[in-house]
């Protein structure tokens, strides 16, 4: 039954145990991908416990007794190149260090066999202490732990009760260096972890790997002048006279000097190879060296163009602006707009992120956007007062929008397509009189612009313009019509809201929306509001259930002239009624031409109303 359980064991329960094996903590924010349960697995609070004395591998205490075997890894990294090299230093304190050492990872070799692992075949936890023992003895790693744990030396003194001074242990003892393994994997382990700069840790093990091989490069070079028939004929015997009985520290020195001159290709000469050994080994270690700088440029290169990447996106982007400026001779007030445009694009991508939130779920998309725009909807006089489904629903869609100062964000006439909400900042609302601009009024937070065009769609009948660095959110046209249409009461409420609005606006305002009363007029706005609450309303009276569709055009344009036939007055836009005969009169009563003939823009004649889209030109004359 236990080995059944064990087979059969989600790793999930395993990663929570954070703190004890018995201990529960629902944060997988940093778990290791590889101990993630295998896609179907059924997993949950009521899976089995690990069995009796079995290590969780991501158990906190088991976590710092790794770490704190990292710390012994680095001592033992510079005691085996020492040890070979200098043998006066592999006895006396430092002898009794490495007995130390040795006996806390032959502890962690013993706890190996307590530990947990992941199958790779089924993905899920084994705890079984038969089969983790069987695997870890048969696996590579066993022999080499041992191998690399024993101490040979003691070990001969014990046996034979004396010291042996050759250099076999000095080589046997270089088999520690397995052990930096644990070194390799804490970094891979560190670099992925948020709570860690990826900078600084990849800087940090690019100068271990630096220091690691000036240390060893320079205890092998003294090694190898320590063991030449004639150490006057050595690099470092031809410098410093019996240096053999010297101190170890001066002849490390010397070597340390060697090893970073050499690695750095400084190559000043005063230390250098003498006889063919030695030569040999400059050679082997200065192509080593070229393969280990350029691994060390490389990634500090990438480390710091990284960081900057940005930056020349932005300054290319800024050039080639003023390339096309210059080459297009446009206006300086025009180029400025143009760079200041591109300058708050890359300041306000941080905030923006839209390629983070593409990742993400729509959920969590959802819930950005209820934090971060509700409020400010729902506080707009348009919707006030519409259910909590609808508000939802429109702020999920939002896209967020930043505008410097001096640039048009909608233009009188253009195709309304957007409207918007201002999140801070200010606009200017425009009109455009014999070639000059006239301000008619300002906005602030909170307030809207572009739905006079949506709603009644009709092409925009202002400019808006920032005044200073705004933020704006955008609902889209059609987005906010399949939204609003299959509501009903959220939908009078909003045309309640909008019709009180239309009455509301400045005279100003009014007199240049010359077209205003005529739309009022179409759309039976004073039944709207005096029929708000009924529940008999007909929803069909508004302009959101009037969205527009290829099959049934709703609003056309007219004209009492012939088409390209330059006239002052310009068109009206009106509801296109059911026939051509109620066409005609319309046109005689809106425009006081009667006429006869339809045609379109481009001079063909209308003879079926149902050809007609939304926007078409009609002239009738």
Not at 50 to 79: C, E, G, H, T
Not at 160 to 183: A, E, P, S
Not at 349 to 361: G, I, R
Not at 514 to 534: A, G, K, P, R, W
């Amino acid at each position: 039954m236990g080995e059944v359980l064990s087979e059969t064991r989600s790793p999930l329960p395993l990663l929570y145990r954070r703190h004890s094996s018995g201990e529960v903590l629902k944060n997988l924010a940093s778990v290791s991908s590889s101990l993630l349960p295998a896609f179907g697995t059924l997993i949950g609070d009521d899976s089995p416990s690990l069995k009796k004395y079995v290590i969780a591998p991501y158990d906190r205490r088991y976590r710092w007794w790794q770490a704190f075997l990292v710390l012994l890894v680095i001592y033992s990294a510079w005691s085996s190149p020492f040890e070979l090299a200098f043998k006066k230093g592999a006895s006396g304190p430092l002898l009794v260090i490495d007995l130390v050492v040795d006996l806390f990872f032959t502890i962690d070799i013993i706890l190996t066999f307590f530990v947990a692992y992941l199958d790779n075949s089924t993905y899920l936890l084994v705890d079984d202490h038969k089969k983790i023992a069987t695997r870890y003895v048969t696996h590579m790693m066993f022999p080499m732990d041992v191998a690399s744990t024993l101490p040979f030396q003691s070990i001969y003194r014990l046996f034979t009760g004396r010291t042996h001074h050759g250099q076999i242990f000095g080589i046997l003892n270089l088999l520690r260096l397995w052990r930096l393994r644990r070194v390799s994997k804490l970094f891979s382990r560190l670099e992925k972890d948020t709570r860690f700069s990826y900078f600084w840790t990849r800087c940090t093990k690019l100068i271990c790997v630096t220091l690691f091989a000036v240390h060893s490069a320079g205890c092998f070079y003294y090694w190898i002048a320590t063991h030449h028939r004639h150490i006057e004929d050595t690099w470092i015997g031809s410098i410093v006279q019996d240096i053999e009985h010297r101190s170890i520290w001066l002849g490390y020195t010397y070597s340390l000097y060697w090893s970073i001159v050499t690695l750095t290709t400084t190559g000043y000469g005063d230390l250098h190879a003498i006889n063919t050994g030695e030569k040999v080994f400059n050679i082997f270690y200065m192509l080593f060296n070229i393969g280990l700088t350029s691994y060390l440029i490389g990634n500090m290169t990438n480390l710091i163009v990284h960081s900057a990447v940005r930056t020349f996106v932005m300054r290319d982007s800024i050039n080639e602006i003023l390339r096309y400026a210059s080459k297009n001779r446009l206006p300086e007030g025009l180029k400025q707009q143009m760079l200041a445009h591109m300058q708050l694009k890359f300041k306000t991508a941080e905030l923006q992120q839209e390629e983070v939130l593409e990742d993400l779920p729509k959920a969590i998309r959802s819930s950005i956007a209820q934090h971060l725009f509700r409020k400010c909807v729902e506080k707009t006089y348009l919707f006030k007062g519409i259910s909590e489904d609808l508000s939802s629903q429109l702020v999920t869609d939002l896209k967020a929008e930043y505008f410097p100062p001096k640039v048009e964000v909608v233009l009188e006439n253009e195709i309304p397509t957007d409207f918007y909400v201002v999140v801070s900042g200010s606009m200017e609302v425009l009109t455009h009189r014999n070639g000059t601009e006239h301000l008619l009024t300002s906005l602030g937070p909170m307030d809207m612009f572009g739905e006079i065009g949506v709603l009644f769609n009709i092409p925009q009948p202002f400019t808006v313009r920032s005044k200073k660095l705004s933020q704006v959110v955008r609902i889209s046209h059609h987005h906010f019509k399949e939204l609003v249409q299959p509501l009903n009461r959220d939908a009078k409420t909003i045309m309640s809201n909008f019709v009180q609005y239309l009455k509301n606006l400045k005279k100003e305002v009014q007199d240049e929306i010359s077209f205003l009363t005529d739309h009022l007029c179409d759309l039976n706005i004073e039944q709207v509001s005096e029929n708000h609450d009924t529940s008999d309303y007909d929803q069909e009276n508004t302009p959101i259930a009037n969205a527009p569709s290829r099959s049934s055009p709703s609003r056309v344009i007219i004209h009492a002239h012939k088409p390209h036939e330059e006239r002052p007055e310009t068109g009206k836009v009106v509801h296109l009624p059911g026939s051509v005969a109620e066409l005609l009169e319309l046109v005689e009563k809106k425009l006081g031409k009667r006429g006869s003939v339809i045609l379109m823009e481009d001079g063909s004649q209308v003879e079926d109303l149902e050809v007609l889209r939304d926007n078409d030109h009609l002239f009738i004359f």
